[in-house]
């Protein structure tokens, strides 16, 4: 059973320029229990996806379940979802604890049963000791943790998420990210999360739902999108950094990558295509493979990221630790044939039939 459905949603937006559709003809279904990501650029319709779901928007056409409850026309009160928006919108004169009651009050439960989803809840986040702060006593991570707890204490057994953590530093939104998907699984919530950040939806989801310019372009687990992309925006949009993209030409003997000599890649029918090999699947080597030159070299601690020109064209090589390389240098560049992807002319991902026999490629 599918604890969310989204049958052909669409939502068009009436602008005095004419009409955009913010979302179009959108399908998916996520099963109980999970924690899914609406992933994708600003403006590709992730936001309003989720306000959908949630019935703060009215869908233009198609059909949203919850539960395989038939929830298109129902208000947002009458959907048993719980939601946690970008900005924490605490209420600034109450306390922590007061924070997390207030829609359990405005429901009108008991007080006995307030007082044991707030120990319960205030348990769960940590929260305890700060249950009679303001919300301007809280660093970011606190105030993010009362807003998730807010939802929480609704008992829902769907939550939605629109981009909780854009508002926190680095060190904290990797922290919350943890705590985010501990609470999940402990809980056994279906969570929907929406973000623009790949990270993100890569160490967290079940499964990826990647949008552009309002329709899916690929929906599957974070191992589908990275290991076998659906098209070329995917294949740049999932990984840091992102996957080389490599013109062809054709030579004698088949395809190699424009600008170079050799060695052969492919077959000389894929050459209107592009080969794509991610940067932490590469290798560097000497006097073997494709010849390169150094344009830079980035330390990162654990790893170097050395940007290259190959040709014409510009590539990332991700290598273990540091390098004994710098600006100007030549080296060359190699790959096993598995690491190979290939798209063709419009962008599609297609089968490559790889040249294992060349010597020069394997690492």
């Not at 779901?53 to 208000?75: K, M, Q």
């Not at 605490?90 to 429901?107: D, Q």
Request: hydrophobic fraction near 45%; include cysteine; proline fraction near 5%.
């Amino acid at each position: 059973m599918s604890a969310i459905a989204a049958e052909r949603v669409s939502k068009v937006w009436t602008t005095g320029e004419g009409s955009v559709r913010a979302v179009d003809d959108v399908s998916f279904a996520f099963d109980a229990g999970t924690l899914n990501v609406l992933l994708g650029p600003s403006g590709c319709g992730k936001s309003t996806t989720l306000r959908l779901i949630a019935g703060l928007e009215a869908a233009d056409a198609g059909r949203i379940s919850i539960a395989n409850r038939d929830v298109t026309g129902l208000p947002p009160a009458a959907r048993s979802i719980a939601m946690v928006f970008q900005s924490y919108a605490l209420f600034p004169h109450l306390s922590v604890a007061e924070n997390i009651l207030f829609g359990l009050r405005v429901r009108r439960v008991s007080r006995a049963e307030c007082d044991l989803r707030l120990r319960r809840v205030a348990d769960l986040l940590g929260l305890g000791a700060l249950l009679a702060r303001k919300p301007s006593q809280l660093s970011g991570g606190q105030q993010q943790r009362v807003a998730l707890g807010r939802a929480i204490i609704a008992e829902a057994p769907v939550c939605l998420m629109d981009e909780p953590l854009s508002n926190l530093d680095a060190q904290l939104r990797a922290e919350m990210r943890l705590e985010i998907r501990a609470l999940q699984r402990k809980l056994g919530i279906t969570m929907v999360y929406v973000t623009h950040d790949q990270v993100e939806a890569m160490s967290m989801a079940d499964r990826v739902v990647l949008m552009c310019a309002g329709r899916i372009e690929q929906d599957g687990t974070p191992v589908d999108l990275y290991e076998d992309p659906a098209n070329t925006f995917i294949a740049r949009f999932i990984g840091t950094p992102p996957m080389n993209l490599l013109h062809l030409e054709v030579t004698g003997d088949g395809a190699v990558i424009a600008g170079t000599q050799g060695p052969v890649v492919t077959e000389a029918s894929r050459a209107t295509g592009q080969l794509g090999i991610r940067p932490e699947h590469m290798t560097l080597a000497f006097e073997s493979g494709v010849r390169a030159g150094v344009e830079s070299v980035e330390y990162l601690g654990g790893d170097s990221l050395v940007s290259c020109r190959v040709g014409t064209q510009a590539v990332a090589v991700r290598v273990p630790g540091s390098v004994g390389l710098a600006a100007g240098d030549a080296t060359w560049i190699r790959w096993v044939p598995g690491a190979q992807h290939y798209f063709d002319a419009d962008g599609l991902r297609a089968p490559l039939a790889t040249r294992a026999s060349s010597p020069t490629l394997l690492a």
